[in-house]
């Protein structure tokens, strides 16, 4: 008899095997220690105590030779022989960051932007055209093409030539330049509030999601706080927040700097933050402010979104607080761009409101 044969539950058997569900928890308490492996696998021999996560059969040191064995973390060198992240860790921490901000997003093969323009892409649309030298043969309308042979030579003496030929219209796809603008500022752990961990992750999954399905893309990220500058995106998992105000006018500058360089037409920025500006730089000095919404710091911050949108430089922001008169700025400054905004508080990471004033849209994702 062919049936169901079911066996006794038994809690955290579905979730894989005893070093997957380790290794979920290890990546994830990585990126709260900003890629301190000692201290990581510290809290997880005391999550271990606390919640049996091991057996008698696999124990903590059997998932440290794994990592080991498996290749996700190595020995230092003699000045620091510290265990330390390899980069097929970084890269699984980005993956586990995509998925868990943005849900199962396949690769695409070729990765490129949809426009509303015909031309050389792989998005078939319902016309045809003639064959011009140059096209692909996989857009060959085979049967159509057939019928012009035929219609054109006879059947007897049937012949196919390229003026028989023609091919299915595609949509045009485009390339982009990317700024990943993050904020680092000593406000994103301000209260005993952690921002900077949701804020890594955001930031993680929008890499990932730019370098395996839009690959001809070019991605910049920096990083701001009193001043802005570049950083790879190895070092992600590995940010930390410093003594810093929030001189969003400097990141801006830097990205535009970046971008202005980039022969690419198509530009964005994306910006993750948790709120205003306080600081900026009045020649060699700073001007800083950290009560309320100084209109000084303000105006030149909302000064450089007009000017980005003017140039045709959408800024999506990523809010990673809740705040009354945090969401107020974002607000001021997405509808300055014509931009769009997500806000998602610290608990519900992955479920953001969506504003796009462009459009005109607010949705909840």
């Known amino acids: 008899m062919i049936g ?8 955290g058997q579905e979730q894989g095997s005893i070093f997957d569900r380790l290794l979920k928890l290890f990546q994830e308490l990585l990126v709260y220690t900003s890629g301190e492996v000692s201290e990581a696998l510290s809290w997880l021999t005391e999550l271990d105590k606390q919640y049996k996560l091991t057996n008698n059969e696999y124990g903590m040191a059997d998932f440290i030779q794994d990592l080991i064995d498996k290749g996700y973390i190595q020995q230092g060198d003699n000045e620091n022989p510290d265990f330390r992240p390899t980069a097929k860790m970084e890269i699984a921490i980005r993956k586990k960051s995509l998925e868990d901000v943005f849900g199962q997003l396949k690769k695409n093969k070729r990765g490129n932007h949809n426009t509303k323009f015909t031309g050389r892409g792989d998005e078939f649309t319902s016309d045809l055209r003639p064959f011009e030298f140059g096209d692909q043969l996989d857009n060959l309308a085979i049967s159509e093409s057939l019928k012009n042979a035929q219609v054109n030579h006879g059947i007897d003496d049937f012949m196919l030539s390229s003026d028989d030929l023609e091919v299915y219209e595609t949509y045009y796809q485009s390339q982009m330049s990317t700024i990943l ?33 839009y690959r001809k893309d070019t991605l910049d990220i920096l990083v701001f706080g009193n001043d802005a500058w570049q950083i790879d995106i190895k070092d992600l998992p590995y940010l930390q927040v410093g003594p810093y105000h929030t001189n969003t006018v400097a990141g801006l500058e830097l990205a535009m700097d970046i971008l202005r360089r980039r022969k690419n037409p198509n530009k964005q920025i994306f910006m993750i933050t948790d709120g205003k500006p306080t600081c900026i730089k009045k020649g060699k000095k700073y001007y800083k402010n950290s009560f309320g919404l100084d209109r000084t710091i303000v105006n030149r911050t909302l000064n450089l979104a007009t000017r980005c949108r003017k140039l045709d430089i959408p800024i999506t922001t990523f809010m990673i607080a809740r705040d009354p008169y945090l969401v107020n700025f974002v607000d001021q400054f997405t509808r300055a761009n014509n931009g769009k905004a997500f806000y998602s508080d610290l608990a519900g990471l992955g479920e953001f409101v969506f504003r796009d004033y462009k459009n005109n849209k607010t949705r909840r994702r």
Not at 4 to 11: A, G, K
Not at 181 to 200: C, F, N, Q, V, W
């Open 4 to 11: 169901w044969r079911f066996s006794d539950f038994v809690p």
């Open 181 to 213: 603008m993050i904020d680092i500022s000593h406000s994103m752990i301000l209260y005993g509030e952690d921002r900077i961990t949701p804020a890594k992750k955001v930031a993680m999954a929008l890499s990932e999601l730019i370098t395996t399905r």
